[in-house]
């Protein structure tokens, strides 16, 4: 397909008329594509690419024009887990105090990853990307199960 050629997610239209596009980047890369957001219902039923957007022109990759399946996905978390001592995954409410350091679940994590045998650090630099972060959570999931 040629780059001047928008391609329109027919999947898009297939609730019928959507209520309203909604301006967003999309971040599933480090691209940073600009887009558009279809939302009908107030649920995400589709995406496309902003032809303005200096970056992509209009044009999403694969992983991002279809990157709202997964929100409307019956097997997506709605609230974050942590597994216990007994090994059973819990409900835990995040608040941004406890991503600073400020809470008892940071200080849990940090014994954890001390009391592991093959101790590993990934470091980041400010601005991480969406591929760093995910090297992340799959090396902390490797760590708590």
Not at 50 to 63: E, Q, S, T, V
Not at 120 to 131: D, V
Request: aromatic share 6%; glycine share 8%.
């Amino acid at each position: 397909m040629a780059w001047e050629t928008l391609r329109e997610d027919i999947n898009v239209y297939s609730q019928g008329e959507i209520d309203r596009w909604v301006y967003s980047t999309c971040n599933i890369c480090s691209n940073g594509c600009g887009c558009f957001i279809a939302v009908k219902d107030n649920k995400i039923v589709g995406m496309k690419g902003n032809k303005d957007y200096p970056i992509n022109r209009g044009r999403l990759g694969p992983k991002g024009e279809n990157q709202w399946w997964a929100n409307n996905s019956s097997d997506r978390l709605s609230t974050p887990l942590i597994r216990n001592s007994q090994g059973v995954l819990v409900q835990v409410q995040m608040h941004l105090k406890v991503l600073y350091g400020d809470g008892v679940m940071i200080n849990e994590m940090h014994t954890m990853l001390n009391q592991t045998e093959n101790k590993t650090s990934l470091k980041t630099e400010i601005n991480t990307i969406q591929e760093t972060l995910s090297q992340l959570v799959r090396h902390i999931t490797e760590i708590f199960g």
